[in-house]
């Protein structure tokens, strides 16, 4: 049998409402072009993408529209063929604006000539293959966007003896990924073996939440032939199993130090939408131009994982899902833990767009400023091991540096304190709040220390 | 023809833009406060039982007294009322449940502004208060009219030579006077003995009787998952433990184990007064800590200590280092070292 249970879990965590019900069944469908495509120069971690084309330009989906803006970027190319309408700042989804081109379509939906498929990707160079990866435009796409290519290529004297494939999905609502598994489980695993070929590591362990048996079926069969050291790690659902250092240490039993990276104790992990697009990137030779966005909620009438191109706006996303049935009061772009409220779906589909989640009414809540009663809720749920009840009061009364201390940036965001706060404290704003105070004291400091 | 389907779609409000997380447990303090009040009536069935009418003046009275009291000091603040999270509810049972049951009401409602007014809102309202209002409460009652917070009413005491009699003392109370004048225990320790502590038929507050009662809203927290069992779990071991040592060591003079159990406010103390959740810690460790240290302190104070009770004056030195013992007991964040490891490596 090629799976094993997690023999490790971190402390802490939550169980909220998955209600991945809604989608978990809904086989991929794709959507078809929309009437006009804004692609974000700025879909990933890093800096922007420099703009390669001009107003009024034709160009082939497949087409590179944006270079590499820094040793930190990605490439973004056309999503379909058509002409570009336009080239302007846009507001992004996480909330800050970026460069972005208008394409407004042909229908044609022409590839470009020069695409190079690579059957025979084994015969190549770990080197050839991180620059396909590289040409591609490929971000880590389960949420964060960091350069694949750059996380493909540890600096010397680091060695990377396990692959870590991310399917656990314990965002609540999502099935994108889950989706893909099941659908894909052949070209994912393809895509695991040229990581694996890039890396030179032996050990692969693919990580899924036991919510999800059909796609822990699907991995596995995929993987029996595999002669080398593979597995399936079943994983207990619990959010947050899916973020990096929880995950790992529930795979391997290893703790990330703080302010490191996998890369130091040995591991690298992506996430099954990634893989799945290194094996279109390579074996297809086709860049990354659309992803699986789980459009979901109960207000949703149609609610499903829709395949849309990079730059289809969260408008046309959800009438392609036949628009809502009820009142909608929140629109998140991601999943409810850590996604991005939108102020309206003007916002355009992004590599890491994972799902496109609307809330009725009174499933939101508003955070208010009670004061603490010192539960220890958020103490019991935090899987950094912080405490957040301590953290926000300090943060409250301004004192960072007392954050610091405490290890306030070794939060990760997730949410868990906030989750279980009875006083509906804003907790991760107060975390974030301080995050960015540190990181700006800091460059001050720096940028101080050169002049 | 998506533009088409655009029409026909109802726009989504819009309304709310906030930080993530997006989802949220469900959990209130209002429902917190609304569950420990649930977990009390067990205990306020038992006092009525053995205390009638008293009882339920005495618990009226403070509930109304801590939320007009409660409501007073945050207008006079010119803040908003705040009783609605039903905080100065469970102040104003804790409180009754802490009082003989012959207290004239003036005296209780004097009890409520020592709970309410200074230990709570003088320090900024809930969430601020370093000590347990109600301990608070009843320590100060003790101190300005110590007759009237001792005065108990009869009860027959199971006697050692076979002929009940009737006192007018609490059974710690009895055994504390017997040993220091006679240097024996009054009693004899029987199944039936027993019986009678753990259903209540004792003297004392009106709500600490009835260990039965009390342990049912303990269990009824703990399914609804308000305490966790570390702090009342830790502090019952320790007295259990405590007075199982003295006991073995000298039997004579000290009271077995299960009378310490079951006689006097422990239990209503380890179950609802240290697990009170703003003056106790936060972390786990930190609660096992804070339950040993108010068993340690209650045994002492019983056993040489010029009260027969402790309960009150242990949970309160312990909330006096509630901070120190949060900071203490922070567990270690992941992916740092602990600091002494760090040292050796
Ligand atoms: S958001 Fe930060 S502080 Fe809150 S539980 Fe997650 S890691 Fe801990
Ligand atoms: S969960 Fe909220 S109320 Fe409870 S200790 Fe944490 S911050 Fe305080």
Known sequence: ?451 | MVEEQKAETPEPVLNVVSTSPHAHSGASVQRIMLDVVIALMPALAAAVWFFGWDALRLTLSCVIACVAIEALCRKAMGRDLGIGDLSAVVTGILLAFNLPPALPTWMAVVGCVFAVAIAKQLFGGIGYNPFNPALIGRVALLISFPVAMTKWSEWTIPSPIGIDALSTATPLGLAKTNVMSAGTLPYHFDGGTMLQLLMGDQNGCIGEVSALALFIGGAYMLWRKVISWHTPGCYLGTVAAFSCILWIVNPEKNLPPHFHLLAGGLMLGAIFMATDMVTSPVTRKGMMVFGVGCGVLTMVIRRWGGYPEGVSFAILLMNSITPLINRATAPRVFGHQRKNKEKAS
């Open chain 1, 1 to 451: 049998m090629k799976r094993e249970p997690a023999k490790f879990k971190v402390n802490g965590g939550i169980h909220p409402a998955y209600n991945k019900q809604l989608t978990a069944e809904k086989a991929i469908i794709e959507m078809p072009v929309p009437s006009l495509l804004r692609v974000s120069m700025l879909q990933h971690l890093g800096a922007p993408a420099k703009v390669e084309v001009a107003k009024g330009d034709t160009v082939s989906r497949g087409q590179l529209i944006g270079e590499h803006g820094g040793f930190i970027s990605v490439r973004v190319h056309a999503p379909t063929s058509g002409t570009v309408k336009a080239i302007a700042e846009a507001p992004t989804a996480t909330g800050g604006s970026a460069i972005a081109v208008d394409i407004e379509p042909d229908g044609e939906d022409r590839w470009v000539e020069d695409i190079t498929p690579h059957p025979d990707w084994e015969s190549l160079e770990g080197k050839k293959l991180i620059s396909l990866v590289s040409d591609a435009g490929i971000a880590g796409m389960g949420g964060a966007g960091f350069p694949t290519h750059v996380k493909l290529s540890p600096p010397p004297g680091k060695v990377i003896d396990t692959l870590i494939i991310n399917g656990a999905e314990c965002e609540p609502y999502l099935t994108a990924d889950h989706r893909l598994m099941v659908e894909r489980a052949e070209d994912i695993w393809n895509g695991i073996r040229i990581i694996r070929k890039i890396l030179g590591c032996a050990t692969v362990r693919v990580a899924i939440e036991d919510n999800k048996p059909d796609a822990i079926a699907a991995m596995e069969a995929v993987m029996a032939e595999d002669t080398g050291d593979s597995a399936v790690v079943i994983l207990k659902t619990e959010y947050p199993q899916g973020a990096e250092k929880q995950q790992i240490f529930a795979a391997l039993g290893k703790e990330v130090p703080s302010g490191g990276l996998p890369m130091d104790v040995g591991a690298l992990v992506e996430n099954v939408g990634t893989t799945l697009a290194i094996f279109e990137a390579v074996v297809k030779g086709l860049p990354l131009t659309e992803r699986v966005t789980t459009v979901t909620g109960f207000p949703v009438k149609a609610p499903g994982n829709i395949l849309a191109r990079l730059g289809t706006s969260y408008a046309d996303l959800l009438a392609f899902c036949e628009g809502l049935q009820g009142k909608a009061a929140k629109v998140v772009s991601g999943g409810p833990m850590m996604g991005f409220a939108q102020h309206s779906l003007d916002a355009t589909t992004t590599k890491t767009t994972s799902g496109l989640l609307f809330l009725r009414p009174d499933q939101v809540r508003t955070f208010s400023s009670m004061p603490c009663i010192s539960c220890g809720r958020c103490v019991q749920a935090c899987p950094m091991y912080l405490m957040p009840a301590e953290l926000s009061q300090m943060i409250e009364a301004e004192d960072i540096e007392a954050a610091e201390e405490l290890n306030v940036l070794d939060c990760i965001e997730c949410g868990c304190c906030a989750f279980e706060c009875p006083a509906h404290r804003p907790l991760v704003q107060h975390m974030k709040q301080a995050k960015a105070g540190i990181m700006a004291k800091r460059r001050e400091e720096k940028a101080k220390q050169k002049s």
